[in-house]
């Protein structure tokens, strides 16, 4: 039996980011260790003040809290709207606020200094075939790199009734270079019955596919093959009790996405599932140990090197509290809480509201896993263990010999045999894809249109470990065995070469992409 060593990815002084094992990672994926600039260090959560631009930082270790960047603060009329790191330098952040207040998109460096690095510049007005909406009215809230290109993303909004008819809002998708550049428009986002429109769009995420999604108001959507010139739309149904206001998505590299919004006039998180499109309400409140007590709105999320979701929770004069809410990704129970300070005009308040949060040195994991696939720039492993374009995903054509799995989404559908809200099961029968991972076990004794139906075998995780039961701490793998969850995608390849107690462990497979790229693919 071998002897297994965990190869341990910065966390402490190295940036988080994920390189490939057996080819050159692409030009916007990490090269190499990054020092933060003194005061900093790897893992500190940076939070953005809506109005005045200040940036704080956290030391989860310990709890301190300092002042990352007064750099926007000599603008005026800020609106902060989100942070993000740049993936082959996780130590700069780029962030995203008005427009006509010469902010836009800017880049801060380790220090919190403005780097001179551009993004744009912003047309003064749209040119055909878009409204002539001006410069000025424009918002931008929301910002992701696309991992397959390290395109940076950001939806823009308008307010258009006094310029146009149709709906109150409008909003297009800008595309910037990873480190600065010329902007291109790649589709309106509110425009048809297929998209989301009535609306600004100010939320998006990337996955590790390079499938982007997008959200407001009450709504949420999949776009694919964006880069590829297609903008499909496909919308997603949030249960439980429904945002009025989506404010945030992040995406966790394994299908699932986490939905910052507000219901019943409190902060919530959802967890939506992108193939099966279950939903749930993941947490709707501070949990037992706070009494049930409900969140404030809660607006920025993201992941930390752990896993975890950060939400940043937003001040009210009736608690007297703002911060960051530490939340397990497994059990949307708070683990812990960053309160930041309230109360001066340098501070958070009413009218100075925390809103974007990202995490220093850190890249997401979508960011992560494609940058640790042997596969190269603009290419996805497919099911066989190939690599395919991933342009090609969701194109609107099947490609039968590479992308017709579930863990692909059969090829968002492009390959479908079944009607649009179902799969064919494990063996081959048509069965709605919302039984997929719904808590109920499908290994036969439910019938569908006829059909016995099951979900219980490797291409499903066996119907999302809703049929077997793992401990703590553990996961099934590639053949059902419950298996150490922290081998998963930890830069040591899985592929049944490591035991566990009385069997190998095996996460080499498209369902557990390929031990998030840890394994060899397209070899």
């Given at each position: 039996m071998l002897e297994r060593s965990v190869f341990a990815i910065g966390v402490g002084a190295m940036v988080l980011g994920g390189t490939a094992a057996a080819v050159a990672a692409p030009s916007y994926c990490p090269t190499g260790s990054y020092a933060a600039c003194g005061g900093r260090e790897v893992g500190d959560i940076l939070v953005g003040l809506h109005s005045k631009g200040r940036v704080f930082g956290i030391r989860?270790?310990?709890?301190?809290?300092?002042?990352f960047s007064t750099e926007l603060e000599q603008?005026?009329?800020?609106?902060l709207g989100d942070l993000a790191v740049v993936p082959n330098d996780p130590l700069r952040v780029v962030v995203i606020g008005n427009v006509d207040q010469g902010i836009g998109i800017r880049q801060l460096d380790s220090c919190g200094n403005l780097t001179s690095a551009v993004y744009g510049p912003f047309?003064?007005?749209?040119?055909?075939?878009?409204p002539p909406l001006p410069k000025g009215g424009t918002n931008l809230r929301g910002l992701v790199f696309n991992p397959l290109s390290g395109t940076l993303y950001a939806p823009s909004g308008w307010f258009t009734t006094p310029f146009y008819g149709g709906p109150d809002w409008f909003s297009l998708l800008y595309a910037f270079p990873q480190g600065g550049g010329p902007l291109t428009i790649e589709g309106?986002?509110?425009?048809?019955?297929?998209?989301?429109?009535?609306?600004?769009?100010?939320?998006?995420a990337?996955?590790?596919?390079?499938?982007?999604?997008?959200?407001?108001g009450d709504r949420l959507g999949r776009m694919t093959a964006v880069v590829g010139g297609s903008d499909r739309f496909a919308e997603y149904v949030l249960s439980g009790e429904p945002p009025t206001d989506i404010k945030d998505i992040v995406h966790d590299g394994d299908q699932h996405l986490y939905v910052t919004g507000a219901a019943a006039g409190h902060g919530m998180i959802w967890r939506?599932?992108?193939?099966?499109?279950?939903?749930?309400?993941?947490?709707?409140?501070?949990?037992?140990?706070?009494?049930?007590e409900p969140y404030n709105l809660l607006w920025g999320i993201t992941l930390d090197a752990q896993g975890d979701i950060l939400a940043v929770e937003q001040f009210t004069n009736e608690t007297n509290r703002a911060g960051v809410a530490r939340i397990s990704r497994n059990t949307g129970q708070m683990i812990e809480y960053f309160g930041l300070p309230v109360g001066t005009a340098e501070t958070v308040g009413a009218g100075n509201q925390p809103w974007a949060v990202t995490v220093l040195g850190v890249n997401l994991p979508a960011v992560r896993e494609a940058c640790s696939s042997d596969c190269g720039e603009g290419y996805i492993s497919n099911c066989y263990g190939g690599c395919t374009p991933g342009a090609w995903l969701g194109d609107d054509f099947c490609d039968e010999g590479s992308l017709t799995c579930w863990s692909r989404a059969s090829d968002w559908d492009d390959c479908a045999l079944?009607?649009?809200?179902?799969?064919?099961?494990?063996?081959?029968?048509c069965a709605l894809k919302s039984w997929v991972g719904d808590d109920i076990c499908d290994q036969g004794g439910y019938v569908f249109e006829g059909n016995w139906i099951s979900f219980d075998c490797e291409a499903f995780r066996f119907d999302?470990?809703?049929?077997?039961?793992?401990?703590?701490?553990?996961?099934?793998?590639?053949?059902?065995?419950?298996?150490?969850e922290s081998w998963h995608g930890d830069g040591i390849c899985d592929d049944g070469d490591y035991w566990h107690f009385d069997h190998p462990v095996d996460y080499d497979c498209v369902e557990y992409d390929f031990d998030g790229n840890d394994c060899q693919v397209g070899g």
């Open positions: 989860p270790s310990t709890g301190e809290i300092y002042t603008y005026s009329n800020i609106e047309p003064e007005s749209l040119s055909y075939p878009w309106a986002l509110a425009t048809g019955e297929e998209r989301i429109d009535g609306g600004q769009i100010g939320a998006v990337a996955d590790e596919l390079g499938t982007l999604y997008v959200g407001n939506v599932d992108t193939l099966s499109g279950v939903s749930e309400l993941w947490a709707p409140d501070r949990g037992p140990s706070y009494d049930d079944c009607p649009d809200d179902q799969v064919r099961d494990c063996n081959g029968h999302e470990a809703t049929c077997r039961g793992c401990g703590w701490g553990e996961m099934l793998d590639c053949n059902g065995n419950c298996s150490p």
